[in-house]
Each structure stands twice: as structure tokens, then as C-alpha cells.
């Protein structure tokens, strides 16, 4: 079973930066797509990017369009999600995820792995 292991959460003010970083095997880094999703509280979890397994796609959620990136790392087998321009409703849980088939990007259930989670909190 794979793990993917995320890291770099925490609390940062309105308008500032954060990257968080999701490390996978090589195997699946490089024969699968890597999506980002987050989970507020009391909210279902919502699709936030993705980039599919060659690298030369990103596909983002509206609500992040222009202030999160997902670049990636190939030596080390990471994919990260550059976040800027931090607003408080960005505050959640943040997951990576990985998919080996193509399909619709933003469907969790379309996801094969799935890291453990690390909080995101923005203050006013």
C-alpha cells in the first residue's frame, strides 16, 4: 500500500505564503497523476489542483486559480503545492492524492492514495 507523506502545514496571516510538500515512491510519482484536495470543517472535501504523471499539466480549482501552484520536484519524487496570497477561508486540512487512470480530476473517489493530512490555518 502506498503512503504518501505530506508536510509543511501550519498557521501563516491573511496574505501571506505557505508551501506544502507531498513525497511518494518513485514508482507511483512517476506513472501517476498528483492532486491536491482540502476539508473544512463541516464542508466535504473539495478538489484544490492537480498535475498529471509527465508534468506538463496543471489543472486548478477556481477558488485557488492564480494564487496556488503545484510544482514538482522529480528528484525527490515530490509534488508540492506553493499556496500565496493566503486568505482565511483557505484554512482546512490539506491532502495529496494520487490516481493512475485519467478521468475527471476533481472526483476524491477517482483517487488511489491519499496522505494522512496536515493542517492549514490563516488568520485574520
Known amino acids: 500500500q502506498e503512503q504518501l507523506v505530506e508536510s509543511g502545514g501550519g498557521l501563516v496571516q491573511a496574505g501571506g505564503s505557505l508551501r506544502l510538500s507531498c513525497a511518494a515512491s518513485r514508482r507511483t510519482f512517476w506513472t501517476h497523476a498528483m492532486g491536491w484536495f482540502r476539508q473544512a470543517p463541516g464542508k466535504e472535501r473539495e478538489f484544490i489542483a492537480v498535475i498529471n504523471r509527465a508534468g506538463d499539466e496543471t489543472y486548478y480549482a477556481d477558488s485557488v486559480k492564480g494564487r496556488f501552484t503545484v510544482p514538482r520536484d522529480d528528484a525527490k519524487n515530490t509534488v508540492n503545492l506553493q499556496m500565496s496570497n493566503l486568505k482565511p477561508e483557505d484554512t482546512a486540512v490539506y491532502y495529496c492524492?494520487?490516481?493512475?487512470?485519467?478521468?475527471?480530476?476533481?472526483?476524491?473517489?477517482?483517487?488511489?492514495?491519499w496522505g494522512q493530512g496536515t493542517q492549514v490555518t490563516v488568520s485574520s
Open positions: 492524492a494520487a490516481r493512475l487512470v485519467a478521468g475527471t480530476w476533481s472526483a476524491a473517489h477517482q483517487y488511489d492514495y
